[in-house]
């Protein structure tokens, strides 16, 4: 991995002055996902510092064909929406900030970019995976801030469709980010492709059912359960990498969300805050209709909760 990504990073090292996207200059790249890569950029003469996400080629066609099949805004579309004008800007807003979004070199054949904030710091599942004291520390506000992000995002019509700890971004001087707004999409949608992380995707998001803001909400529910018991609800063994049996592996996972009453909180964590299991296992009922009706009635629980436990946050 590490090997191909500086082989990678080389080869478009050598080819940067080539590229073109607006009057935003690529200085190098922080991250090379499956769908994109991020590169840290400026706007000379600004010396403030953006993030500059490219699709891959593979995935950018893939989110051409979604949004013509489904009428789905795209990305950029999606991020400039919910960004706040910078005359009301809050640093704390809890979505990262999209400030244009086009094609390389203004070529609409070729591949999208988008140019968003730069958010210095890492996401829960990093944080989680090496016993970060900042998110024990900080996890209740950290998930209220996510939280919020998600209302705002219902508020505006949409379901996030991807709602997991690798999208959720703590910054170095505490600020909390949800990133990631390719499979947003207005709600009432029935998805055919199963688009989002499998670990955390609700059960009518696995079925191909019309999705609401109650899927974000049991995703959601998914995170508070893996940030405060160290795991996942619903796993399944590894096993070999051929398609088959990843294919085979996804599917078991699914039925599993379907399926499976996710095990209780308190039998994998004795440490559980008082009072959270019940907002964990509301959260991720089977039935949309048994969660809670919206992301505001789940953050007035979580903020009653941290008044009782102060120091569980």
Known sequence: MAKSFWREWFGWARRAEKRHFREFHPIRPV????????YQARRPPDPALYALKLYKPGYDRTSRRMQKRYGVPCEGEVGVLLTPPTTIFDPSFPIVRTFTYGWECNDPARCQYLVQEFVDGANLKHMLGCADPRLRRNRLEILQAAGSALAIIHEHGLVHRDVCSDNILFSKDGRTKLIDLGFTAPAGIAFEEKSGTLTTMSPEQCEGRRLAPAADIYSFGVVLFEIFTGSLPFSVGRGPRDPAHAARRASELMQKH???????????ARDLPEGLEPIILRCMAKSPERRYPNMKELLADLVKLHEREPEAG
Do not use: L, M, N, S
């Open 31 to 38: 991250h090379d996902g499956e769908k994109a890569c991020v």
């Open 258 to 268: 379907v399926h499976d009453p996710p095990p209780r909180p308190t039998e994998v």
